[in-house]
C-alpha cells in the first residue's frame, strides 16, 4: 500500500491586515485602599479588567521620568506603605507568565498574605497616599492603512505607532480567540512559509521594555525573518 504524502498546509488567501490604533479611557472603580489589608480585600474584588490596567495601562501614558517599578500596585506599596521588600516582590511578576487574570490576582494575593504574616507593623499602618482601583476602557481607530502581503510587515511596522504596537501586539492577547498576537494570527492563514515568522513572534515577551524598544524588536524579526524567506 502506497505511502501516503503528509498533509500541506495551504494559504487560505486571507484578507488584508487592517491596521489599527487605540487609546485608553481610565474609569473610576470607586474602590480605595490606605491600609495593605484594605488594599488586600479590595484586590480580592476588583474587576479582572483593573488589574490588567495596573499592570499594562502603564504603557501608554505619558511619564515624565521613569518609575521605579513596573506596575502600580508595586509603586504604591513603595511610595505609599514604603515598603521595599513587597515592592521589589510585586514587581517581580510578570503577567506573560501567567494564564490570566484571575491566576495573576491570586498571585499577588499570596504575595501580600506572605508579607503581612512576615511584618505585624504592616497590617496597621496607614499608607501616605491612597492606592485608587482604576480600569480602562480601549478605544480603537481605523488608520485607513492595510497591508496586502506578509512581506508588506517589514516596511511598515517602524511606521507603527506606540499604541498601535499596544493593540496588536499586546491588548490582542486577551480579545483574541487563539490568545495570540494580531501578526502571528492574520500570518497563520499564510501557511508553512511563514511559520518562522510566528515561532520568532511567539518568543518575544511584551513585558520587558517600553512600546518603542518592543516596535524594534518586531521590526528586527520581520526584517530578519522575510528575508530568509525570500532569498
Not at 504524502?5 to 473610576?28: E, N, Q, S, W
Not at 511610595?79 to 490570566?100: C, I, K, Q, Y
Not at 484571575?102 to 499570596?110: C, G, K, M
Not at 478605544?139 to 505607532?161: K, Y
Amino acid at each position: 500500500m502506497p505511502e501516503t504524502a503528509p498533509p500541506v498546509t495551504r494559504p487560505r488567501h486571507p484578507g488584508p491586515f487592517a491596521i489599527k490604533d487605540c487609546a485608553l479611557v481610565m474609569l473610576a472603580t470607586g474602590r480605595k485602599a490606605r491600609q495593605l489589608q484594605e488594599f488586600r480585600r479590595e484586590l480580592a474584588e476588583v474587576d479582572a479588567a483593573s488589574i490588567y490596567h495596573h499592570f499594562w495601562g502603564g504603557l501608554l501614558q505619558t511619564r515624565f521620568e521613569e518609575r521605579e517599578y513596573n506596575n502600580d500596585f508595586a509603586n504604591w506599596v513603595w511610595h505609599g506603605v514604603h515598603d521595599a521588600v513587597l515592592a521589589e516582590r510585586l514587581s517581580a511578576l510578570a503577567p506573560t507568565d501567567f494564564t490570566d487574570l484571575e491566576a495573576l490576582r491570586h498571585a499577588i494575593l499570596e504575595l501580600v498574605d506572605l508579607r503581612l504574616d512576615e511584618d505585624e507593623y504592616l497590617s496597621w499602618m496607614r499608607a501616605t497616599r491612597p492606592f485608587e482601583f482604576v480600569r480602562s476602557q480601549i478605544v480603537v481607530f481605523n488608520t485607513q492603512r492595510q497591508l496586502q502581503r506578509p512581506e508588506d510587515l517589514v516596511s511598515a511596522i517602524g511606521q507603527f505607532s506606540a499604541s498601535s504596537i499596544f493593540y496588536h501586539f499586546i491588548d490582542a492577547r486577551r480579545r483574541t480567540a487563539s490568545s495570540h498576537d494580531d501578526f502571528s494570527d492574520w500570518l497563520t492563514a499564510f501557511g508553512d512559509t511563514v511559520s518562522p515568522v510566528r515561532e520568532r513572534l511567539a518568543g518575544i515577551d511584551p513585558w520587558f521594555g517600553s512600546l518603542g524598544e518592543l516596535r524594534s524588536e518586531l521590526t528586527q524579526v520581520f526584517a530578519a525573518c522575510f528575508r530568509e524567506t525570500t532569498s
